[in-house]
């Protein structure tokens, strides 16, 4: 990468082994399961010892933001399939749908 001038320098890991631990964890088949696409509690202490609070508390930020957008995606599905053609709603039932989402929306945004 440096002789094609795709980077100017490059720098080993300071502390090796703490990002062998990291990539222990995170780079294996068990990071393949759906249980482990989001952070965990902890991963954040990984995160923490490796690069420091900041970037730690910007970690559990997403892995709590992430799973608050789940909650949200439920109520948004079933809009998405309220709308489909395939499915058979008059407009009065996708109008309530709307409606609800809106709300659910309003609160979730409230709340977060």
């Known amino acids: 990468l440096l002789d094609q001038g795709i980077i100017a320098r490059w720098f080993p890991a300071a502390k090796y082994e703490e990002m062998m631990k990291l990539h222990s964890e995170w780079v294996s088949f068990q990071c393949m399961s759906p249980r ?3 952070p965990r509690g ?16 910007f970690f559990r930020f997403y892995g709590f933001f992430i799973y608050n957008l789940q909650l949200l995606a439920i109520p948004a599905f079933i809009v998405v399939l309220t709308q489909w053609k395939g499915f058979h709603f008059t407009e009065s039932v996708q109008n309530t749908f709307n409606l609800v989402f809106g709300i659910a929306m309003l609160l979730w945004a409230t709340w977060f």
Do not use: I
């Open 42 to 57: 902890k991963d954040a202490d990984l995160v923490r010892e490796y690069f420091g609070e900041e970037v730690a508390f």
């Open 36 to 38: 482990s696409w989001f």
